[in-house]
Nanobody, 123 residues
């Protein structure tokens, strides 16, 4: 069983910072792309940032220059450093990853979602 668990969300004032973490655990053989998505109240889930295993990064235009995605492959952990937060960043932030899990032949590639962590930015 593979799980993604996010942490680090909370309440912060506008202009402040938060650092989110996402830990992948279970019968993991390897982790490929990892990314962050968010869903604000009444809106569709949207892309925030993506990082490949080799370190190639893509950001949404709405967060570029303010957020920084990173990963620790040895720990199967994903991070999102969020700076200059504003109320429009308020959302549930979800971790996503492509993971090879253990199987009879040695591994199966699947996409996984975490349960999400709430980020609330007050004005």
């Amino acid at each position: 069983q593979v799980q993604l668990v996010e942490s680090g969300g909370g309440l912060v004032q506008a202009g402040g910072s938060l650092r989110l973490s996402c830990v992948a655990s279970g019968t993991i053989v390897g982790v490929n792309n990892m990314g962050w998505y968010r869903q604000a109240p009444g809106k569709q889930r949207e892309f925030v940032a993506l990082i490949s295993r080799a370190g190639s990064i893509n950001y949404s235009n709405s967060v570029k220059g303010r957020f920084a995605i990173s990963r620790d492959n040895a720990k199967n952990t994903l991070y999102l450093q969020m700076n200059s937060l504003n109320p429009e960043d308020t959302a549930v932030y979800y971790c996503n990853a492509d993971i090879y899990s253990g199987g009879v032949s040695g591994g199966t590639l699947k996409n996984y979602w975490g349960q999400g962590t709430q980020v609330t930015v007050s004005s």
